[in-house]
């Protein structure tokens, strides 16, 4: 029998676990040490923290209080236009704990607003204490007049005919333009009824536009091959510019022959009926001129310079062949032509900016200041006015009796009404929202009646009054001082009148909210400031 030998496991010694209470104790009082030392650290910032939000909640509320306030200001008759000194409305004004300033910019000159300014840029800035906030908007008086059918100034471009967009034309906005930010959509318009009147290739370019046309237009009016969002819209009546006049000036100058013509400041009282210029050089016509004449070609390099309020009337043609008719600074241009019109590789515009920017649009120029109209006599086949190659044309083209074409890379930025226009290959028209006048045939476009939304809000608050009622709330009027109502410089009511005698506001304001924020770094200093002062 084999025996067998039991082996037992090495003895483990038994581990002393004195003092692991004392441990974990220790741990427990630094761990609530350091939230301790923690919290009351936070402590020291509560305070600064605190007041910081307090006063920039205060500071935002002061803006938004200021920014009404200018807003109330603009819904009244006064003269606030003219009643600001440099275009700043209010200055150190105080409202609640805070003060603010009011500065008032016409968006379509950038210059204080003057009688007539219907588009404000509004940037109003509220101090309390040590903080600012900022605020602006871009405030549209609405023009609540009676409308003039055969103002167009509303209209990119009007057409009599027709209007047929080719190859990757395209009509919008000119990007430079001082209004342009706004996104205002744009409006073609057009006295035609007859189905295809308005023809846009399926590559054809008309950003955020709205077709406007009469009532008895043809359902097939527009055949859209590729707008996406396009609108139409019929008009209340019939909306056209007027007719041209029938007849030109008298012709200017004398019978000199055009080979003895020289263009200096003494020769233009005896300038020949037809005139060409084709010699390269800089050509200053007197200023403030009013020259007719049978033809004038302007050719090889030439500029012709405007100073003043010029008129130029051209009874046959005008050619503009690479070359220029540059206006200086406050001059005004008004081009009448009664034939045929060509501008080819041509620049009509202000001086110095014929050159597009990186974004192939041209320099904004008030393109009120050059007037491109026709009168006399137009036989039904006369050739239609041309604008073509790399042409560059800033002004208002409008000539309801003439077909115009504007074709290669030609820009027209202002405006466009003519009988018919056709836009091909990569031509453009650029509007420029400050030329509407506000009183123009968009109006009888604009949509009547009360919204759906401002149905339920004028429900909600006929109720919110009827709860008000049966509460008691209100049912007395607030207390005055028993002071006759005395009004402030721009028609508000004082505060003592307020409740008995409201200021009168039936000024409709369009109102765009462009920034509402505050100054960061002054928030930051501020809040290093009052952590670095002295505990009391």
């Not at 471009?157 to 906005?173: F, N, P």
């Not at 033809?295 to 050619?319: F, P």
Request: hydrophobic share 40%.
């Amino acid at each position: 029998m084999i025996g067998v030998t039991r082996i037992s496991p090495p003895h483990q010694p038994v581990r002393d676990r004195r003092g692991v209470a004392l441990l974990l104790v220790l741990i427990s009082m630094a761990t609530a040490t350091t939230l301790t030392l923690g919290w009351l650290a936070s402590q020291d910032n509560a305070a600064p923290v605190s007041r910081n939000i307090t006063l920039a909640a205060q500071s935002r509320a002061v803006a938004s209080s200021g920014l009404e306030l200018a807003v109330a200001i603009m819904q009244t008759d006064s003269d606030w236009r003219t009643m600001h000194s440099g275009g700043r409305l209010l200055d150190d004004h105080e409202i609640g704990r805070g003060r603010i300033d009011v500065l008032l910019t016409d968006v379509a000159t950038n210059l204080p607003p003057v009688a007539g300014s219907d588009t404000i840029h509004i940037q109003v800035t509220a101090r309390v204490e040590d903080f600012t906030q900022y605020i602006e908007a871009i405030a549209s008086v609405v023009n609540t007049g009676s409308s003039n059918n055969q103002d167009v100034s509303g209209f990119a471009v009007w057409v009599g005919d027709g209007l047929e967009l080719k190859g990757h034309s395209s009509i919008g906005r000119w990007a430079d333009a001082p209004m342009s930010s706004l996104g205002r959509r744009l409006f073609i318009g057009t006295d035609s009824e007859r189905p295809s009147s308005i023809d846009i290739a399926s590559n054809a370019t008309l950003a955020d536009a709205t077709i406007v046309h009469s009532e008895g237009a043809s359902l097939a009016l527009v055949r859209n091959d590729g707008i996406p969002g396009l609108r139409i819209r019929s008009a209340s009546s019939v909306f056209a510019p007027a007719a041209s006049p029938a007849s030109l000036p008298m012709f200017t100058g004398g019978d000199t022959d055009n080979g003895n013509f020289r263009p200096s400041g003494t020769d233009w009282s005896s300038h020949p009926e037809s005139i060409s210029l084709g010699s390269g050089a800089t050509i200053q016509i007197p200023s403030g001129a009013n020259l007719s004449m049978e033809s004038l070609e302007v050719q090889s390099r030439t500029t012709l310079v405007i100073s003043g309020d010029t008129t130029l009337s051209i009874h046959g043609s005008l050619l503009v062949e690479n070359a220029s008719i540059v206006l200086n600074p406050g001059a005004s241009l008004n081009l009448v032509c009664g034939g045929e019109l060509k501008l080819r590789n041509a620049y009509i515009g202000d001086a110095g900016g014929e050159d597009l920017g990186e974004d192939g649009t041209p320099s904004w120029f008030d393109a009120s200041n050059v007037q491109i109209t026709t009168a006399g006599y137009i036989p039904e086949d006369s050739r239609p006015w041309l604008i073509s190659g790399d042409s560059l044309v800033k002004g208002i083209i409008e000539a309801p009796e003439h077909r115009m074409v504007i074709r290669d890379d030609s820009i027209v930025a202002g405006r466009v009404a003519v009988d018919h226009l056709r836009l091909r290959h990569h031509a453009s028209v650029l509007y420029d929202h400050a030329l509407d006048s506000g009183q123009g045939a968009t109006k009888l476009a604009s949509s009547s009646g009360t919204s759906g939304l401002d149905r339920i809000k004028n429900r909600l608050r006929g109720q919110f009054r009827r709860w008000r009622e049966r509460m008691g709330f209100m049912a007395e009027d607030p207390p005055t001082s028993g002071s006759d109502a005395i009004a402030s410089r721009f028609g508000l009511a004082a505060d003592d009148a307020w409740w008995n005698s409201p200021s009168v506001r039936d000024v409709p304001i369009d109102l765009q909210l462009l920034v509402h924020g505050g100054d960061t770094d002054s928030w930051e200093a501020s809040a290093a400031l009052s952590s670095a002062e002295p505990k009391q």
